[in-house]
Structure formats: structure tokens, C-alpha cells
């Protein structure tokens, strides 16, 4: 299993946070994205669309309905830190498999993706011997240059692409707060481990972080995303007006101001 990984599993909160199954996908997307960007794509040491195959096998669960293996942990589990668990369960048992045996062989692949989605589907469904995603057929469907192309994304970009509107880039189809911290953690992860220069924003954002810490929190020590929550109640359901993003905004700006430059994050 790779490296980073296992220190996610045995260390958490240094890279989530929360304990969280979901937290997770959505740091390794910002982790996936930006090392896509910048050209030089991360080597998780598993297959997991061999893997998201296996798990909806082993629940049983038809790709129709539900595709990866986090959506199927969590219909499973009784909650997202349970959830969390039990993936690095089976991912680790998955890990110990002989995967040549189980993956679809390659004319295979190109005939289900020849039929109508809704015949592949059910041809694979009453397949036993291989496990399959439904991302072996599509992916096939899709013209070449078409799999995967990152358009590179400043961080401002991301966090907030339209001043005008409170809200995080549209296309991550981030729901919540916790959410976005999750992805943007995976996102700065990413630019630490390739080394990347920090332009002004960034570089900014590090700086805004730690003001929240200490200029923004009323309590005992907490991660800004944290003081942020708090001073919403918690209240992390969407990007309305009172939500933790649109509070987050607001400070951004108003740190923005204080270092003189008031378009730091626009």
C-alpha cells in the first residue's frame, strides 16, 4: 500500500479534518487533481477501479446503483469513522490478492464497451469470474484525448472563482465545508510533496490559516477550519449566506485587507 496512505490510516487528523470515509475521497481528489495539473500523477500502489469492483462484488452491490467503494462502505456502516476503517480493512486484504486472475481481460473490456451501456451492464452483472468497473467500459468510450485532462487551477481558482459568489469552484461538487478543507488539504498536500513554488495567494492562505488560529478563535487551540464551524454552530450544509464557507469568505476578505491588498483571493 503506499506510503501516504498508510500514514493517512494511522494519522488522520494530520491530513483530515475529521475521521472521515468521505473526507478522505475528497482529499485524495484535491491530492489527484493537483498532481495532474502541475503533470505528474501520483501512484497510489492499487488499482482501485479493480478495487471499487471488488468491494460492490463482496456487498453484493450492482454498478448501476452504486459505483465506488466508498458509497458502498457507507450504506454499510454505521457511521463515516466506522466507514473509514473498514475501507483500510479491505483495502489491505484486497492489497494481499493475486489481481491477475480477477481483472477483465483487455477483449473482453472492448466488447462490453461496444454494447449499449445498459447491455454491458448486464452482461457483466452475470459475469462471475472477472471483477470490473463500470469505468472499464466507459473510459473506452471516451475518444482519446478526452481521459482525463486537468486544466491547471491557481488556488484562488479553486476557493473562489467568481468574487462575486461565495462559493467554491462549481465543477469539485463540493456540498459542505468540511468537504472543501478536505479537498483543498489534499490539494496543498500535493504542492508540498512535489515542491512546488508557493505563488501569493498560497503563500497567503498558509498565513491565513494560522490568523484564524489565533486572532479568530475564542477557545482553547483548535485548526482554523474548526474555528470557523464553531463560530457557525456547525452548520456545514451548503454555501448559504450563514453557512461556515460564507463566514470563511468573510475572512478571508477581511485578511486580505489587513495585508493591503484587498483582491489577494479574487
Keep these: ?22 473526507l478522505l475521497s475528497l482529499f485524495r481528489k484535491g491530492y489527484d487533481q493537483r498532481c495532474a495539473m502541475e503533470g505528474q500523477p501520483h501512484d497510489w500502489q492499487i488499482d482501485f477501479h479493480l478495487f471499487n469492483g471488488w468491494v460492490r462484488r463482496k456487498f453484493q452491490a450492482e454498478p448501476s446503483a452504486i459505483e465506488l467503494a466508498e458509497h ?24 494481499k490478492l493475486d489481481h491477475r486472475e480477477m481483472q477483465l481481460p483487455a477483449a473482453l473490456k472492448r466488447e462490453f464497451s461496444q454494447m449499449p451501456l445498459t447491455q454491458a451492464i448486464k452482461a457483466m452483472n452475470e459475469d462471475q469470474k472477472y471483477v ?17 485532462a486537468e ?40 504542492h508540498q510533496d512535489l515542491q512546488m513554488p508557493a505563488d501569493a495567494p498560497r503563500a497567503a492562505f498558509r498565513k491565513f490559516q494560522r490568523w484564524v488560529e489565533i486572532e479568530k478563535n475564542k477557545t482553547i487551540s483548535q485548526p482554523w477550519h474548526k474555528v470557523i464551524l464553531l463560530a457557525r454552530d456547525g452548520q456545514d450544509c451548503d454555501f448559504s449566506e450563514h453557512s461556515a464557507f460564507s463566514l470563511f469568505c468573510d475572512w478571508l476578505d477581511e485578511y486580505a485587507e489587513l495585508t493591503g491588498n484587498p483582491n489577494l483571493f479574487r
Aim: charged share 25%.
Design 72 to 95: 458502498v462502505l457507507l450504506s454499510f456502516s454505521p457511521n463515516e469513522q466506522a466507514a473509514f476503517y473498514k475501507y483500510f480493512e479491505l483495502l489491505e486484504d484486497f492489497s
Design 1 to 22: 500500500m503506499d506510503q501516504m496512505l498508510m500514514a493517512i490510516r494511522d494519522t488522520p487528523l494530520v491530513f483530515l479534518p475529521e475521521v472521515s470515509l468521505s
Design 132 to 148: 470490473w468497473s463500470l469505468s472499464d467500459v466507459i473510459t473506452e468510450r471516451l475518444p482519446i484525448g478526452q481521459q482525463k
Design 151 to 190: 486544466r491547471k487551477k491557481n488556488l484562488s481558482e479553486i476557493i473562489r472563482p467568481d468574487p462575486a459568489h461565495k462559493r467554491p469552484d462549481m465543477h469539485l461538487a463540493l456540498r459542505t465545508f468540511r468537504g472543501f478543507c478536505a479537498y483543498i488539504m489534499g490539494d496543498e498536500r500535493a
